[in-house]
């Protein structure tokens, strides 16, 4: 979707050994020294740099053409094409690699996250799974004609968002994210001064018991009604918030469909530890057994 790489052959495995090495350098501290994963990360970052200006390159000669996320950043953004938008206001080639990167680091973990958490919590409580299979089930069984989900099934999924919601607030997928303070004040006896970075603790804000009683309950009815502003930060909120949530929504959603529709699941194992990285991750990657229904 964002520039079309082939599931499987050499280019894909490199991309994915770099992106590995990124994603586990990100919360590191900014000691470039060789040795340290800060400094690993920046030489895979460069690394992943060096492929997309290759990719880049054979697109803009002609040799390979997709229709994609990087093939509209090219047309849209080559200086000198004929678009209505100012010459000034077009994405150098740096840009739009850093672009392509920040999609990648922020999109890709964070949904296979989500996806993992869900169908643990939909695994390991029944109730919830009838409901949502009941929700999809009655999407096909009220579909004249064809088979794919439509936009408009898509934005009627009513129990299937409130599963999405507790699912980001029962995992928190980012348990911490900053701010920077725009002036000084005063929180509970602390005292903040304008520029400092303020870490929230998204965790303990999804799971405070006066918001969410029972918050170690996987219960997508707290969804019911509307939340106290600010007590629910699965994609963050004000102007920093996640720009891929709908993306990420719409795949989650089409993933769930096909999921409950056609397949049944047991886990493999049992353990509820979480994996200790910037993304939260079920510890053993929650392996699990898929049957046809
Ligand atoms: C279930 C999947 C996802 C979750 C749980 C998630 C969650 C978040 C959260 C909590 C933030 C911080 C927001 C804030 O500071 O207020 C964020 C930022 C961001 N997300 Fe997502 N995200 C997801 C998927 C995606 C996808 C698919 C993309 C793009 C393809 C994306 C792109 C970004 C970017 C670029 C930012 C930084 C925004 C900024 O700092 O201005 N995310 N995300």
Same mark, same amino acid.
């Given at each position: 979707?964002?520039?079309?790489?082939?599931?499987? =052959?050499?280019?894909?495995?490199?991309?994915?050994?770099?992106?590995?090495?990124?994603?586990?350098?990100?919360?590191?501290?900014?000691?470039?020294?060789?040795?340290?994963?800060?400094?690993?990360?920046?030489?895979?970052?460069?690394?992943?740099?060096?492929?997309?200006?290759?990719?880049?390159?054979?697109?803009?000669? =002609?040799? @390979?053409?997709?229709?994609?996320?990087?093939?509209?950043?090219?047309?849209?953004?080559?200086?000198?094409?004929?678009?209505?938008?100012?010459?000034?206001?077009?994405?150098?080639?740096?840009?739009?690699?850093?672009?392509?990167?920040?999609?990648?680091?922020?999109?890709?973990?964070?949904?296979?996250?989500?996806?993992?958490?869900? $169908?643990?919590?939909?695994?390991?409580?029944?109730?919830?799974?009838?409901?949502? &299979?009941?929700?999809?089930? *009655?999407?096909?069984?009220? &579909?004249?004609?064809?088979?794919?989900?439509?936009?408009?099934?898509?934005?009627?999924?009513?129990?299937?968002?409130? @599963?999405?919601?507790?699912? /980001?607030?029962?995992?928190?997928?980012?348990?911490? +994210?900053? &701010?920077?303070?725009? *002036?000084?004040?005063?929180?509970?006896?602390?005292?903040?001064?304008?520029?400092?970075?303020?870490?929230?603790?998204? $965790?303990?804000?999804?799971?405070?018991?006066?918001?969410?009683?029972?918050?170690?309950?996987?219960?997508?009815? &707290?969804?019911?009604?509307? /939340?106290?502003?600010?007590? +629910?930060? =699965?994609?963050?909120?004000?102007?920093?918030?996640?720009?891929?949530?709908?993306?990420?929504?719409?795949?989650?959603?089409?993933?769930?469909?096909?999921? $409950?529709?056609?397949?049944?699941?047991?886990? /493999?194992?049992?353990?509820?530890? $979480?994996?200790?990285?910037? @993304?939260?991750?079920?510890?053993?990657?929650?392996?699990?057994? @898929?049957?046809?229904?």
């Amino acid at each position: 979707m964002i520039m079309s790489l082939e599931p499987s =052959g050499e280019e894909q495995e490199r991309f994915r050994a770099n992106f590995k090495i990124i994603s586990s350098s990100f919360a590191s501290m900014p000691f470039k020294i060789p040795g340290t994963a800060f400094h690993r990360g920046i030489k895979a970052r460069d690394s992943m740099y060096a492929m997309i200006d290759s990719i880049i390159a054979k697109r803009r000669n =002609g040799e @390979v053409i997709q229709q994609d996320f990087l093939e509209s950043l090219i047309i849209k953004h080559s200086k000198g094409t004929n678009t209505i938008d100012n010459e000034d206001n077009k994405l150098t080639d740096q840009q739009m690699k850093d672009n392509i990167l920040t999609l990648l680091v922020a999109g890709h973990d964070t949904t296979t996250a989500a996806l993992t958490w869900l $169908v643990k919590f939909l695994g390991e409580n029944p109730a919830v799974l009838e409901h949502l &299979r009941e929700e999809h089930l *009655q999407i096909q069984a009220n &579909r004249k004609d064809g088979t794919n989900l439509t936009w408009s099934e898509v934005n009627n999924m009513p129990y299937t968002n409130k @599963v999405i919601s507790e699912t /980001l607030r029962r995992a928190t997928i980012l348990p911490w +994210y900053s &701010r920077k303070a725009a *002036q000084d004040f005063e929180i509970d006896g602390y005292n903040i001064k304008k520029g400092w970075s303020i870490n929230l603790d998204v $965790v303990s804000i999804h799971h405070d018991p006066e918001t969410f009683p029972d918050p170690e309950k996987f219960d997508p009815s &707290r969804f019911d009604a509307p /939340l106290k502003t600010f007590s +629910y930060l =699965g994609f963050g909120s004000g102007p920093r918030m996640c720009p891929g949530m709908n993306l990420a929504k719409l795949e989650i959603c089409i993933f769930i469909h096909h999921l $409950v529709c056609k397949y049944k699941w047991r886990a /493999l194992e049992k353990d509820d530890s $979480v994996q200790p990285t910037l @993304v939260r991750m079920p510890k053993n990657k929650y392996p699990i057994m @898929v049957e046809p229904l």
